[in-house]
């Protein structure tokens, strides 16, 4: 079983590389209008620069799987400013897809809390479809389509769970199925479960991220998730793809869906030891505050195992 790990946004092993500058609408608004789209520019090329310095420092530390920030782009999806963040970018976009392209990188998003499709107001299922299409976008631009995917949680229950899942498959409908093909769902730490998310998964036809430390925070009806593991797993056969998980560890016991700088192997080993059942391949992507950094120590932990063999710096068989 092989186990490739990775992390979110950020390398904090690089000085200075946040790729999520970003400029306010008042800022904005504030400039000469012959200044607006040249600060927008000036921004974007610099998250696009730090992301390069970060897929370069991912190949250097043989680190194959990577969230990219959802705020490369400013004020992309603001009603009031709907730029063309592509073609001014087009040889920076080509280029991060060559890095994902030559060196295996397997790409990814997460859209915020507010993209959800559970919403009975219209102009929030709007908002979502318009956001979706932004990070189509950009994985489009890097040519990262056939790789890469899009990762949002179901949604809100506003109250009636029931009504809030029937709306959640009529307003994904209004989403264009090229972008839905690079969709998946996961499990969140208040509202949806396991089980209610699998079910929505399997019933769209949609891949299941499990993400382990949402599942202890929100259990639901599901007391043993190895009952599902294998269904979860079975999800990713629409794409052809490697099944994903995300896991982190509580900040605190009275702070316990907060996630903590690193990743405590004693919270996610009943989850390793659990898959090493099902013996499939899969990633993990680290959710910890300390980004590159708690990732590879906690491979480098899970490396000391007894039967666990470290293949790269970033990748282990058990």
């Known amino acids: 079983m092989k186990i490739r790990f990775g992390y979110v946004a950020n390398a904090l092993g690089l000085w200075n590389a946040s790729p999520s500058k970003s400029l306010t609408f008042a800022r904005y608004s504030a400039l000469p209008k012959d200044e607006q789209v040249e600060k927008l520019k000036a921004v974007t090329a610099q998250n696009l620069q730090h992301t390069k310095r970060i897929l370069h420092y991912n190949i250097a530390n ?9 705020s490369l782009v400013p004020l992309a999806t603001h009603p009031d400013v709907m730029w063309d963040y592509v073609t001014p970018f087009r040889d920076e976009w080509e280029e991060l897809g060559h890095l994902i392209e030559q060196f295996n990188i397997r790409p990814s998003f997460h859209p915020n809390q507010f993209t959800l499709f559970t919403s009975p107001k219209s102009e929030i299922t ?3 479809v318009k956001d979706m299409e932004f990070h189509y976008s950009m994985l489009q631009a890097m040519n990262g389509l056939k790789r890469g995917l899009i990762n949002i949680h179901i949604g809100g229950a506003y109250g009636d769970k029931e009504s ?15 972008i839905k093909k690079m969709m998946t769902l996961e499990n969140d730490d208040k509202t949806y479960d396991v089980k209610e998310t699998l079910k929505a998964c399997e019933q769209e036809n949609i891949p ?18 190895f009952e599902y593991l294998e269904r979860i797993f079975k999800t990713w056969g629409v794409r052809n793809m490697v099944p994903k998980v995300h896991l982190s560890s509580p900040k605190a016991e009275d702070a316990f869906r907060a996630h903590a700088d690193f990743v405590s192997l004693d919270f996610v ?44 710096s970033s990748v282990v068989e058990w």
Not at 164 to 178: I, S, T, V, W
Not at 208 to 225: R, S, T
Not at 280 to 309: C, H, P, T, W, Y
């Open 164 to 178: 809030a899942l029937l709306r959640f498959h009529q307003n994904l409908k209004c989403l264009p199925e090229r």
């Open 269 to 312: 080993l009943p989850f390793f030891k659990m898959a090493k059942e099902l013996n499939q391949d899969f990633d993990v992507m680290i959710e910890a505050k300390q980004k590159d950094l708690a990732m590879l120590k906690l491979v480098e932990e899970i490396g000391s195992i007894r039967g666990v063999k470290r293949i790269t």
């Open 62 to 70: 043989e680190i194959e799987l990577y969230r990219f920030s959802s």
């Open 208 to 225: 299941m991220i499990l993400d382990f430390h949402h599942y202890m925070a929100n259990k639901g009806e599901v007391e043993n998730l």
């Open 126 to 128: 709007a908002n979502a």
